[in-house]
Nanobody, 125 residues
C-alpha cells in the first residue's frame, strides 16, 4: 500500500501562484509514476501533470502547460506541482495519484491506483 497526503491548496487571486505537495509513504518502491489530477464541481476528474519517479520525465495537460511545473524529491518521497498565472478555471479539488508500471499512456490512472484525499484550490477573479 502507498499512502498519499496532499497539501498546499488554498484561495488565491487570478494571476497568483500556489505550490501543491504530495507526500507519499508506505510501499513507495512500487511507484513508477505519480500524477496530479483535478476535479471541478460537477465535472469529471481530469489529468493535470505526471512525473516518472526514477527518470523524472514529465507530462502536462494542455490546459496547464507553460504555467505549471511538476517535480519530485526522491529523498522526501514528495511530488510538487508549482502552478503560476492561475486562472479562475483552475479552481478545483486537486488529487495526487501514484501507480506502478503498466502499458498505456503515463496519464492513465484508474480507481485501483493510489489516490490522496485531495486539496482545494480556489482562484478568485
Amino acid at each position: 500500500q502507498v499512502q498519499l497526503v496532499e497539501s498546499g491548496g488554498g484561495l488565491v487571486q487570478a494571476g497568483g501562484s500556489l505550490r501543491l505537495s504530495c507526500a507519499s509513504s508506505g510501499r513507495t518502491s512500487s511507484v513508477y509514476v505519480m500524477g496530479w489530477f483535478r476535479q471541478a464541481p460537477g465535472k469529471e476528474r481530469k489529468f493535470v501533470a505526471a512525473i516518472t519517479w526514477s527518470g523524472g520525465s514529465t507530462y502536462y495537460a494542455d490546459s496547464v502547460k507553460g504555467r505549471s511545473t511538476i517535480a519530485r524529491d526522491n529523498a522526501k518521497n514528495t511530488v510538487y506541482l508549482q502552478m503560476n498565472s492561475l486562472k479562475p478555471e483552475d479552481t478545483a479539488v486537486y488529487y495526487c495519484a501514484a501507480r506502478g508500471p503498466r502499458l498505456g499512456p503515463v496519464y492513465n490512472f484508474n480507481s485501483d491506483d493510489y489516490w490522496g484525499q485531495g486539496t482545494q484550490v480556489t482562484v478568485s477573479s
